[in-house]
């Protein structure tokens, strides 16, 4: 379908919200992976923030990972102006926040 028409990757829902983000709500690093490696944005807002606040509020470390892999940017704030590092402290997902540490190390240069 993305090969027919490659502009799905960034067309809204009905509700409004992107397919990335979907995604994401939904746990399918699969399909995550997928929208961005064909042009789709990883900060792409929804109801909660970007689709980071969706896998850090679920705690899923796999498409967190996807998302900070492909630009995703944890200081972005998202629902109440919460960063993402925000929501794993007052959620207790540790594992999440040493991820995000990792990450910020690995790619301090």
């Known amino acids: 379908m993305l090969d027919a028409d490659p502009r799905l990757v960034n067309k809204p829902f009905v509700s409004g919200e992107l397919p990335v983000y979907r995604a994401a709500i939904g746990g399918r690093a699969d399909v995550v992976s997928l929208l961005l490696d064909r ?37 972005i704030p998202g629902l109440l102006g919460i960063t993402v590092r925000e929501v794993c402290e007052s959620a ?12 910020a190390n690995e790619n301090a240069d």
């Open 39 to 75: 042009g789709a944005n990883p900060n792409a807002a929804g109801s909660l923030g970007t689709p980071l606040h969706v896998a850090a509020t679920k705690n899923d470390l796999h498409t967190g990972r996807v998302l900070l892999q492909h630009g995703a940017d944890p200081s």
């Open 92 to 103: 207790g997902n540790r594992d999440f926040l040493y991820m995000l540490n990792e990450f």
